[in-house]
């Protein structure tokens, strides 16, 4: 009986523990019985359609073959990665997503001026829809956050 409650509690605790940690895998080991329960945790959620703040570096990237007249997008490389959940039959949830592209807003004067920079960025997210999408998650109308 006292195994039985312990083992319960010992699932209860990697629970809150799996529920309170974003971004990690871990291995906890029991004193009192040899059993090893790996937790995974997962990343922050989003959700397609949805407006959405999100930190990290931006850098560009080309949408067409090297030419005079090279046509340049935006990815944000995450601080952490992000899963983006889909409640459409038409796309699918994208998890652990560590860059997005970025479609900035006409607000955005100069998007350029912030490459290599750490930033945050707010907008709404939307799957990629073809070829001129770079990475399955994109960012529309994306203005810099303060």
């Known amino acids: 009986m006292k195994k039985v409650i312990y083992s319960c509690c010992v699932a209860i605790a990697l629970i809150a523990i799996g529920t ?6 871990k291995s906890i080991k029991s ?30 990237v080309p949408l067409s073959e090297p030419s005079e007249t ?5 990815v944000l490389a995450l601080e952490k990665p992000i899963n983006v959940l889909s409640k459409s039959a038409d796309s699918e949830t994208q998890n652990n997503v560590e860059e997005i592209q970025v479609d900035f807003s006409e607000l955005v004067k ?10 945050m960025v707010k907008g709404k997210l939307r799957p990629s829809e073809g070829l001129h999408d770079k990475r399955p998650v994109v960012m529309d109308e994306a203005k810099i956050a303060k």
């Open 70 to 74: 090279q046509m340049k997008t935006y």
């Open 110 to 119: 100069d998007p350029a001026a912030f490459v290599d920079k750490k930033i």
């Open 20 to 25: 309170s940690c974003n971004n990690s895998s």
């Open 31 to 60: 004193d009192k019985d040899s059993t090893t329960v790996e937790v995974k945790t997962t990343a922050q959620d989003f959700e397609f359609g949805k407006e959405a703040t999100i930190q990290g570096k931006l850098y560009e």
